[in-house]
């Protein structure tokens, strides 16, 4: 069972199976909407184009939003209590191998959706990425008691629609969603293995 403090809400206790299976329902369920958004509306996915910068840069756009995340963590006690609660729900029952489906399927369907066909629907402009972040901030809204987590969701929505807002490519927002996932979870993962029972 996840362990509650005082000031976080009553949640019961996933197992690896149920949080394996809503990640990928989770990915395919915003992978549909892209596809049927792409297919029913007007407007142009944003294109991934495969090159060494554009890796590169989202390399290290993850680095740096994992950097600013450990120092937001360290800072803010209500993102830092939001951030606890989610991870341990989310990564508590998963073994290490599974944090390589928890950095691809979020990096490659919130990406392809907020930032591939939401960010060019709402305009390719500062206005599309504020409001296809707040979008991308909500979905991560799991009590209205984890509204910082929202908050700090938001922001990174920012970045990364700023990153394909710059480069006009979606490839460096979806390795730089992958990256931070992975190292934000493996480590939080590890430091969780080396806690005492």
């Known amino acids: ?3 509650q403090r005082p000031d976080q809400p009553e949640v019961e206790s996933l197992s690896r199976t149920q949080v394996l299976i809503a990640m990928g329902v989770t990915a395919v369920v915003l992978l549909l909407i892209a596809k049927l958004w792409v297919q029913f509306g007007t407007v142009i996915l944003l294109p991934v184009r495969w090159s060494s910068i ?5 390399f ?7 950097l600013a995340s450990a120092v937001v963590y360290r800072v803010w006690a209500a993102y830092r209590q939001s951030a606890d609660y989610y991870l341990a729900l989310v990564l508590k029952p ?4 599974d944090l390589i489906w928890l950095g691809l399927l979020p990096g490659l369907s919130e990406e392809l959706l907020f930032r591939g066909v939401m960010l060019p629907a709402f305009g390719l ?20 008691r984890q509204w910082s987590y929202v908050v ?4 990174i929505g920012i ?18 969603h992958i990256v931070t996932n992975l190292i934000s979870s ?12």
């Not at 700090?152 to 922001?155: C, E, K, L, R």
């Not at 990153?163 to 460096?172: C, F, I, R």
């Not at 493996?186 to 029972?197: C, F, L, N, V, Y």
Request: aromatic share 6%.
């Open 1 to 3: 069972m996840v362990q």
């Open 54 to 58: 554009a890796i590169l840069q989202g």
């Open 60 to 66: 290290g756009l993850g680095l740096v939003i994992t």
């Open 94 to 97: 998963l073994v290490l191998p």
């Open 125 to 144: 402009t500062v206005e599309g990425v504020i409001i296809s972040s707040l979008c991308f901030g909500v979905m991560h809204l799991s009590s209205p």
């Open 152 to 155: 700090w969701a938001a922001a």
């Open 159 to 176: 970045l990364l629609g700023y990153s394909a807002l710059l480069t006009g490519n979606l490839l460096v927002p979806i390795v730089a």
């Open 186 to 197: 493996t480590i939080w993962k590890w430091g969780d293995r080396e806690k005492p029972a």
